[in-house]
């Protein structure tokens, strides 16, 4: 339930607006007098230095994902124009048909899909099998620290290291050009964040709530499944929404574990546009367009924990 | 209940870091025992002395540039943009390149820095510069800058976001009695504001030089190591042994130095970090 507001007394003074409301407030309340000194006016133009800077950044961010977006929408003639035109004089979807539907590609479309949707099953099941136990259970602490920092070194443990003696173990294994093999390592990389992430939510939900139920004569089992999980929802969708845009932008795995439609994914597409003899330019774009939207579109949805995800929880942040 | 996952990534990442160092030891295509054979020879590889220096120059100017940019932006934009929409704006502003696939980014600047359609070059027509423009990609140094600046352009903004988000955690009733005691902005930031940033200065730096010495997405969408080995960074230099030339044996040996030098960064700090992290 929400507190009453408070009304001003009539004739009194409008309330202030409460704090952390969107209301665009220029700056701390400062007192009149204070204005016209030296200071003020420094403030002033430091702060219009800074708003400049940010909005020379704002350029530099959004016009290279416009290009992309007007390249793509491009039809080919029209990429040969001198100047080149900065919107396409007829904007056409014909580079996102024939890249996508005419082409292979849907089929690496579906093959990334698949990938990512088992990688957050996979990740996220045994995620839970760690977070349960070290916050839920009489661990001890030696163990439970053990294992946080060893999981942490994992995601310190550069990836083209380990690349070359698991090709030839997934060669040896016959899941060279397998799906399988991709969605094992990524869930397997993709652990250790998701880990500390869950651990974050899960200490933030009472044990009382538990025990509550364990004493009405609940199974831990029962317990687990009909009052935790629904309360770690929010966790478990943050941190499977992170899991997927992670293994979507995945490269270097694919590139080495991969050699046929199998089993490529789409990160495998946008490159295989790169290097051919002549570049394609709004097929090119057109990939890069989809490769982008799909983790920013989800992202922007799970976008509170993006930074706590990417540094283990070591920034927690509101936006 | 811990058994199952720590079993499935002792499969996964572990038992591979144990047969990286069995391969190590071996002889190319003639197996059998060769002792420290392969960790020697990359001290006669001139090839590997090339990437490493391209390798160096690439983490020392990528984080460098990042942290000071980021850091200077952070205390910037918290000190100017007070509004709550303001903030939120700036916050979009930067969580979409981070987002972005580093495929991605590659192909965009690809975009951009194609020498004949590139808007760059236009744009350098445009104000006069003389001939048909720059070689983004094509000349040894401004390859190098090229993926320097798809680095900067993707994870300045994390180091920005981290930190601002440390600046907003000091109080400001700290802040207040600072100003009262007629401490000017440069006072506040050393004496006040550092000292929360500092350790997230160091997880910044610790993950900052943990990727930007793995390097390959965008690299390979922009220059592929080319023109020549000038932007041929470490693992694309180990990529090019170990599935060009099938030499797994060398490449596991120079991985190992690579374990060895994360694990040597990761000792060092990794107290620190867990205490900022735990």
């Known amino acids: 339930m929400r507190p009453p507001a408070i009304r001003p007394a009539p004739g009194g003074p409008p309330a202030e607006p409460a704090a952390g409301a969107p209301v665009a407030a220029p700056g701390r309340p400062v007192p009149a007098r204070r204005v016209r000194t030296r200071a003020g006016r420094r403030g002033r133009l430091a702060r219009g230095a800074v708003l400049s800077a940010l909005g020379g950044l704002a350029v530099v961010y959004v016009f290279p994902f416009f290009w992309m977006l007007s390249t793509s929408l491009k039809p080919t003639r029209e990429l040969y124009t001198q100047p080149p035109t900065l919107w396409p004089v007829h904007p056409t979807v014909a580079a996102y048909r024939t890249a996508l539907v005419g082409g292979r590609d849907w089929i690496l479309l579906l093959n990334s899909l698949i990938v990512c949707l088992a990688t957050v099953g996979v990740a996220l099941s045994l995620a839970l099998l760690v977070a349960y136990p070290i916050t839920r259970l009489p661990v001890p602490a030696g163990l439970r620290r053990g294992l946080l920092s060893w999981l942490l070194s994992l995601r310190f443990l550069p990836s083209m290291v380990v690349v070359i003696p698991i090709f030839a173990t997934v060669r040896a294994a016959g899941l060279y050009d397998r799906l399988l093999a991709l969605i094992l390592i990524y869930a397997a990389f993709s652990l250790p964040f998701a880990v500390w992430m869950l651990k974050g939510f899960l200490l933030e939900i009472p044990m009382e709530v538990e025990e509550a139920a364990l004493v009405d004569g609940a199974s831990r089992w029962r317990a687990f499944f009909r009052i935790l999980l629904p309360m770690l929802s929010p966790g478990l969708l943050a941190a499977g929404v992170i899991t997927f845009a992670l293994a979507w932008s995945e490269f270097l795995y694919a590139l080495i574990l991969t050699a046929t439609p199998r089993s490529q994914t789409f990160s495998i597409g946008v490159w295989s546009f790169v290097t051919e003899f002549e570049i394609i330019w709004n097929q090119m774009a057109a990939m890069g367009v989809v490769s982008a939207l799909v983790p920013v579109a989800l992202l922007l949805l799970a976008r509170r924990y993006v930074i706590s995800a990417l540094t283990f929880g070591a920034v927690r942040e509101k936006a | ?278």
Not at chain 2, 66 to 92: F, I, N
Not at chain 2, 101 to 113: E, H, Q, S, T
Not at chain 2, 137 to 154: C, H, K, T
Not at chain 2, 213 to 230: E, I, N
């Open chain 2, 1 to 278: 209940m811990l058994a199952a996952p720590v079993l499935f990534l002792l499969t996964v990442v572990v038992y591979p870091l144990v047969y990286a160092i069995e391969l190590s030891l071996q002889y190319y295509r003639l197996g059998g025992f060769a002792g420290l054979h392969n960790f020697l020879f990359a001290f006669h590889d001139r090839l590997l002395g090339e990437s490493l220096r391209a390798t160096l120059v690439y983490v020392v100017l990528a984080v460098g540039v990042e942290c000071v940019l980021g850091l200077v932006l952070a205390v910037a934009v918290q000190r100017t943009v007070r509004s709550a929409l303001g903030r939120t704006l700036v916050y979009l502003l930067f969580i979409v390149p981070m987002v972005t696939p580093p495929v991605a980014a590659g192909v965009i600047f690809r975009l951009m820095y194609i020498p004949e359609y590139g808007i760059l070059n236009v744009l350098l027509h445009g104000l006069g510069y003389p001939g048909r423009g720059i070689l983004w990609m094509s000349s040894p140094g401004m390859a190098m800058f090229s993926v320097l600046s798809v680095d900067v352009w993707q994870w300045m903004p994390f180091v920005f976001l981290v930190l601002f988000a440390g600046l907003s955690a000091v109080p400001g009733d700290v802040i207040e009695a600072a100003e009262v005691d007629g401490a000017g902005g440069w006072a506040r930031f050393r004496q006040i504001e550092l000292a929360y940033l500092r350790p997230l200065l160091l997880l910044v730096l610790v993950f900052r030089f943990t990727d930007t010495l793995r390097v390959f997405d965008h690299v390979q969408v922009l220059t592929m190591g080319g023109p020549g080995s000038a932007t041929e960074f470490l693992s694309l230099y180990l990529y090019k042994i170990a599935f060009k030339f099938s030499n797994l044996n060398y490449a596991s040996a120079l991985a190992i130095y690579v374990v060895i030098i994360v694990s040597v960064v990761f000792a060092l700090t990794s107290r620190y970090l867990s205490e900022e992290i735990a």
